[in-house]
């Protein structure tokens, strides 16, 4: 079974400021999915970033961007320009493509979520 | 493009009965996910439907059950209902073109009394 360890509970970061999130796994699949979400205080699940894990390039979205390490499976989220919005719990998360399994075909297994606090 | 919404925003039930949510997936996204979102518990996988048929269930009980209807829209059933099934329910759907990437609706809250 697939694991997602997020250790850092909460953060803080200032306006404007730059944060790095943490993210490990567990799984002995060698071609995956990696994700990030966010929840704001409304809880609408957000989409972040996306980042397959047979593709060696970074995935980045405007102010947000990944360090994917494969070899030692981190998988951490870089915000710049932090903006008071982006206050939020953020999670990762792993999928297995469903080609390959199909006991947890489509089952995106969570981390346990970093609260992050933009401070003005 | 309308996001994936989810009925009823609220809902309050007591010990035994039953609870009713609702999906509709974003137009074009033939699949539906169901998550549960607990105090303490993080967030689980539930259920996956895709065309009408269920394809993958998370580790919960039978009681939890659901349905795809042909409009690709969703329904998710919780019968004898227990005080610990108060979460937030999560529904998500996801594309043919893009099937790995689910996007999530507004949740249900669910409170049992």
């Known amino acids: 079974a697939q694991t997602v360890t997020q250790s850092q509970p909460e953060m803080s970061v200032q306006e404007a400021e730059t944060v790095t999130l943490s993210c490990t796994y567990d799984t002995s699949e060698n071609n995956y999915y990696l994700f990030w979400y966010k929840q704001p205080p409304s809880r609408q699940m957000i989409l972040v970033i996306r980042?397959?894990?047979?593709?060696?390039q970074n995935a980045t979205e405007n102010r947000f961007s990944v360090n994917f390490q494969k070899a030692a499976k981190s998988f951490s989220l870089k915000i710049s320009d932090s903006q008071l919005g982006d206050t939020a719990m953020y999670f990762c998360a792993f999928m297995k493509p469903s080609a390959i399994s199909s006991g947890s075909a489509r089952q995106l297994t969570f981390g346990s979520g970093t609260q992050l606090t933009v401070l003005p | 493009e309308a996001g994936v919404t989810q009925s009823p925003t609220h809902l309050i039930k007591t010990r035994g009965q039953q609870a009713t949510l609702r999906c509709s997936p974003i137009?074009?996204?033939?699949?539906v996910y169901w998550y549960q979102q607990a105090l303490g518990l993080g967030l689980q996988f539930l259920l996956w439907?895709?065309?009408?048929?269920?394809?993958n269930r998370g580790n919960f009980p039978p009681r939890f059950s659901g349905r795809q209807f042909p409009n690709y829209s969703s329904e998710l059933n919780v019968n004898a209902l227990e005080l610990e099934d108060s979460a937030l329910y999560l529904c998500?759907?996801?594309?043919?073109?893009?099937?790995?990437?689910?996007?999530f609706g507004p949740g249900t809250r669910l409170l049992v009394l």
């Open positions: 998500a759907s996801s594309s043919d073109r893009s099937q790995e990437t689910q996007y």
């Open positions: 439907y895709d065309e009408g048929e269920e394809r």
């Open positions: 980042q397959e894990a047979y593709k060696q």
């Open positions: 137009s074009g996204h033939t699949s």
